[in-house]
């Protein structure tokens, strides 16, 4: 699966930005509301962001804090590039090329933020990252993970994708929406309920869903 999601992002990192505002229905929202809830409140917090791609996510959190110092961890070239590209006067972001199931850094971070990305893990992969990032934070550190979430029941999950295909209809050709369906196939999103509890299992003392749309969920933890 780990070649095939780096592989699939190789492919379209150069168009990735294009049309993630016909995807994501209250865009700036979705991204603003886990930056907007973090306790920090020094000027300069050191960052991870895992999966930072093409850097949305890191463009909202320094939105709140310019001076944040942030690491980009991906382990698609082609989606950092599209990153360096965009932060390139901005000295005080770096770029790790790498997996972030193994990465270990030697340094801590008082925030990780995360967007859109470890949806592709296994369920076991996703509660040992869970440790992990506990583990590379310091003892008042923060996580966000703007992330998908599936409903439990069948039904349900079936008629958010029914509501979000007729949200990109709207804006998007049909051969869009079909190559936005079959891109799905590498997605292995969790319960909103697992992925608390991945949170209090790693040792979060706060865990909480700060938003929920559709199949689109931000959560936020705290140790
Ligand atoms: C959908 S993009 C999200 C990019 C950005 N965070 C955003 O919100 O737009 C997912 C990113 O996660 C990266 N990724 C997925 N699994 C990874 C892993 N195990 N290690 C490192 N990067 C990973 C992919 O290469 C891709 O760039």
């Known amino acids: 699966m780990t070649d095939e999601v780096q592989a699939s992002f190789d492919a379209r990192a150069t168009r990735y930005d294009e049309n993630r505002r016909n995807l994501i229905p209250n865009f700036d929202e979705y991204y603003r509301i886990g930056v907007d809830a973090l306790a920090y409140e020094g000027i300069s917090p050191r960052v991870l ?8 996510s890191t463009s909202y959190l320094l939105e709140r804090y310019p001076e944040a110092r942030v690491t980009l961890l991906d382990f698609s070239e082609e989606m950092l590039a599209i ?5 390139r006067d901005n000295p005080n972001i770096g770029f790790a090329v790498g997996d972030y199931r ?19 893990l296994s369920t076991q992969e996703k509660r040992d990252l869970a440790v992990s990032i506990f583990g590379v934070l310091t003892p008042t550190g923060e996580f966000v993970n703007a992330d998908l979430v599936r409903c439990a029941d069948e039904h349900l999950e079936q008629k958010m994708h029914r509501h979000l295909h007729a949200f990109m209809r ?13 891109s799905q196939r590498i997605d292995r999103p969790e319960p909103l309920e697992d992925q608390l509890d991945f949170l209090h299992s790693a040792g979060f003392t706060v865990a909480e869903c700060l938003y929920r749309y559709w199949i689109y969920g931000v959560f936020y933890g705290r140790k």
């Open 49 to 56: 962001d895992l999966g930072g791609g093409t850097g949305l």
């Open 83 to 87: 990153a360096r590209e965009r932060f």
């Open 102 to 120: 193994v990465f270990r850094p030697a340094e801590t971070f008082d925030i990780v933020i995360s967007g859109l990305s470890i949806h592709h």
């Open 170 to 182: 709207a804006t998007m050709s049909a051969d869009e929406v079909e190559h936005f369906i079959v």
